[in-house]
């Protein structure tokens, strides 16, 4: 369905960018249509009134199209299109960019500036003026005249399109260059309930002095500079550092310890991740994790003075696919639900000494190395958590609380299936 709304949008947007132009001339009126042909100093432009002639000395400059987006819930936005596939179009408006989900778009068009009343006024009165060049071009060429005296002489649009002046080099004495400054526009968002509660806002708002405004301003820009990167980026890659708590239960009975064991308690966990933006709220991703299983340290009293001691330590990879939910898209500091599957594989390192006679005729005892034991167990794990990240221009700053479901096999089956993350996490958008 979405893909079938993506076509859609794209077949209609397809007519409203094709060489469409909106046109500033030095009078302040703004001419929407495609450009037809650049002379060396005439502008042919098709515009919805029909075809003109547009002198290169009148144009002020020409200004990216602006398009208005209809959403299915009643709001619009109008701005420039940054960029569109299958699931947002981003659009730069005069509030910032702003990113919107496919499916929640009605219909685009291309806005007109609200100059349509003194657009048509212009481009009646060029057709006109083009019009009468025709007919007198005729009727000099009836009477025998050249078409071009009768053109200039005019001083208006003969049939070929080109303006011409009693002193051309004047007016222009080399090729002229249209300049495209950058220009801010008036861009609008609104919606009925939006104008009611702005107008609200507007009566409630108080009165800041220049200082005041100065220092609003410096705070609005540093929050746009903020979410910028993470709102256009598509893709990140992370890192996380932090703790993995768990509890394991180990079979030391051939120490002379017990079936059940605790091997207890928190030690490092690091995880690399890399997450691509399916809509605004919603990423899709995967991560790979190393954590280091909590050491414990067992003695066992043997008989007489003898006594075995068991140290144990391990470690946990993972390999995951994960998402993120996102709850509040549009603001620097942004919270989510995560979670995901994957596959676990711990190993627990059994290795045990043993506090022995050494030599009978002198009674001494002493320690004995014996052989390390390796423990291995692995499957399917799901994980689920919140977190929260601080964005700092294409950086973002976070903190995340997950839990780990594992259940484990063979000598580890009886151990808590449930370990717990706490993570610092810094992730880099593109």
Do not use: C
């Amino acid at each position: 369905m979405k893909r079938f709304l993506f076509l859609t949008l794209i077949l209609s947007l397809l007519p409203l960018v094709s060489n469409a132009e909106a046109i500033k001339l030095k009078n302040g009126t703004i001419i929407n249509g495609s450009i037809l042909d650049r002379g060396e100093y005439i502008l042919r432009v098709q515009t919805s009134y029909g075809p003109i002639s547009i002198n290169q000395g009148e144009v002020e400059a020409i200004m990216p199209d602006l398009h208005r987006v209809l959403l299915k819930g009643g709001g619009e936005f109008v701005g420039t299109v940054v960029d569109l596939d299958e699931f947002n179009l981003t659009l730069n408006t005069d509030s910032g960019i702003v990113n919107l989900d496919v499916a929640e778009i009605s219909s685009m068009e291309v806005y007109d500036y609200e100059s349509a009343e003194k657009q048509k006024k212009y481009i009646t009165k060029k057709q006109e003026l083009e019009q009468a060049a025709q007919e007198e071009a005729k009727a000099a060429q009836e009477s025998g005249a050249a078409a071009s005296g009768a053109a200039a002489s005019a001083g208006a649009v003969s049939s070929s399109g080109l303006s011409f002046d009693e002193d051309l080099e004047k007016v222009f004495p080399s090729k002229p260059e249209v300049i495209e400054p950058k220009i801010t526009y008036k861009y609008h968002v609104h919606s009925t309930q939006q104008q009611a509660e702005e107008q609200e806002e507007e009566e409630e708002k108080p009165v800041l002095t220049e200082e005041e405004k100065k220092q609003q301003e410096q705070e609005d820009a540093l929050i746009t500079e903020q979410i910028k990167k993470k709102d256009t980026g598509k893709n990140y890659f992370g890192v996380n550092l932090g703790m993995m708590s768990g509890s394991l239960s180990l079979d030391l009975s051939e120490y002379g310890g017990s079936t059940e064991e605790k091997m207890s308690g928190a030690n490092v966990a690091f995880s690399l991740a890399y997450m691509r933006k399916m809509t605004n709220r919603l990423w899709f991703g995967g991560s790979i994790g190393y954590a280091m299983l909590p050491s414990g340290e067992f003695e066992f009293p043997l008989s007489g003075q003898d006594k075995m001691y068991v140290e144990t330590s391990g470690q946990v990879y993972d390999i995951n696919l994960l998402s993120n939910f996102y709850l509040n898209t549009q603001s620097a500091l942004r919270f989510y639900l995560t979670g995901g599957l994957g596959y676990t594989s711990a190993s627990v390192e059994e290795s045990p000494s043993k506090y022995e006679l050494l030599n009978s005729e002198t009674g001494e005892y002493g320690w004995t190395t014996q052989e390390t034991n390796t423990i291995s167990s692995g499957n399917i794990n799901a994980m689920f958590g919140l977190g929260a990240e601080y964005a700092i221009d294409d950086v973002n700053l976070g903190f995340e609380v997950k839990g780990k479901y594992f259940g484990f096999k063979d000598e580890l089956e009886n151990s808590s299936k449930l370990s717990v993350y706490a993570m610092l996490k810094i992730n880099w958008f593109f």
